[in-house]
């Protein structure tokens, strides 16, 4: 990651995210609302199942993310493995399973008089995405607002890319199929290859190539800077379009949002305080169990996004689930920073 940007800590863009998430709602849902046409005109763009005009936002929000990953850094799996053990299971063995045991029980007992049952379903989808995607970029900025090690930070996130490869597609299908949730497990793969091999593959080929001839200074000082807006601009244009197709269901259910918001913030700090005590726990140093902590409490809703709106539709109430995700994670993220920072007496100094 470029250390000069790292040095400033969260960008002007990332740290008011959430403000920017509701001024796109508002945007999406009066376009929804007064403009119809225009989500009727861009749901025309689709080849099996997946909106183009979309798919491009996405690759413009996920290639800047994979140019970051180094997968040079496995060669640093077995030092301190204890860290990234931490991070594989409470990520991969852990998250899906809690967060979909929480959604359902919110969305099926606690809040069964306020959503009907179909759409109860289609959340929980929504959430079991975001559950299965763990954080694979902007875990870098919580690592550096923790003092994380970046090294250490970057072996996780190139393990965890790698993990995603082949753990997402099962884990996703296991926990719909037992909640009666129909996926088609072509489109399914078909997305994982479209936001996740593809944007992975263009990022190494791109690092390698110019680092080849450039050299790294300039790979990382001056071409990853030229998309540094990049991904929050994909981001906040898809929310646009995805809330001009939602724009009428929220006006008739604005309260829905923050039900929706519920289980996803309980299940951040849990998935978060599993892994700080348990790294506590094995007594590791904190610039590894911040990180390890942050990866997995926070997600790689680009991926969740996308995916919902391959499965479901625009329009769907998983995508709209995936796009609360977007709307709570900064602010609770930062909340999770705070109290790492607090808290950093509790293990023993980095070697």
């Known amino acids: 990651m470029n250390e000069e940007k790292a040095k400033q800590g969260i960008g002007f863009f990332e740290k008011y995210l959430t403000v920017w998430v509701i001024l796109c709602m508002a945007a999406g849902v009066l376009i929804g609302v007064y403009l119809p046409r225009i989500p009727e005109l861009l749901s025309k763009f689709e080849y099996y ?9 996405i690759w413009l929000m996920i290639y800047p993310m994979m140019l970051k990953v180094d997968f040079a850094s496995i060669k640093q799996v077995g030092k301190n493995p ?3 053990i931490v991070t594989w299971v409470t990520n991969w063995l852990i998250k899906p399973f809690t967060m979909y045991g929480i959604a359902s029980f919110f969305f099926y007992v606690v809040f069964n008089k306020l959503i009907p049952p179909e759409l109860a379903k289609d959340y929980l989808a929504g959430v079991v ?3 299965a995607a763990p954080c694979t970029a902007m875990v ?3 690592s550096h607002l923790t003092k994380g090690n970046p090294a250490y930070t970057l072996v996780q996130v190139a393990t965890n890319d790698l993990i995603i490869l082949v753990g997402f597609v099962p884990i996703v ?3 719909l199929g037992i909640s009666d949730i129909v996926i088609p497990w072509a489109t399914l793969f078909m997305s994982i290859v479209l936001f996740v091999v593809i944007p992975l593959t263009a990022g190494w080929l791109s690092r390698t190539t110019i680092v080849k001839n450039k050299g790294l200074n300039y790979f990382e000082n001056t071409f990853i800077p030229k998309f540094s807006n990049a991904t929050i601009t994909g981001l ?3 929310l646009i379009i995805i809330f001009s197709f939602q724009g009428q269901k929220i006006v008739d259910n604005p309260l829905n949002i923050a039900l929706i918001a519920v289980p996803l913030i309980i299940q951040t700090f849990l998935i978060f305080f599993i892994a700080y005590f348990w790294a506590k726990l094995w007594k590791l140093p904190h610039d590894v169990a911040a990180p390890a902590g942050m990866i997995g409490a926070s997600n790689f809703f680009e991926l969740a996004v996308a995916v919902a709106i391959s499965l479901f539709k ?5 995508t709209l689930a995936t796009v609360v995700g977007v709307l709570v994670e900064v602010p609770v993220m930062l909340t999770l920073v705070r109290i790492a920072n607090n808290t950093k007496g509790w293990f023993p100094a980095s070697k």
Do not use: C, E, Q
């Open 82 to 84: 204890k860290g990234l």
């Open 314 to 318: 625009l329009d769907s109430g998983a």
């Open 49 to 57: 199942n997946v909106s183009i005009p979309v798919a491009i936002l």
């Open 173 to 175: 299908a296991f926990l």
């Open 236 to 238: 906040l244009l898809t």
């Open 140 to 142: 870098f900025v919580w």
């Open 129 to 131: 995405l975001l559950g």
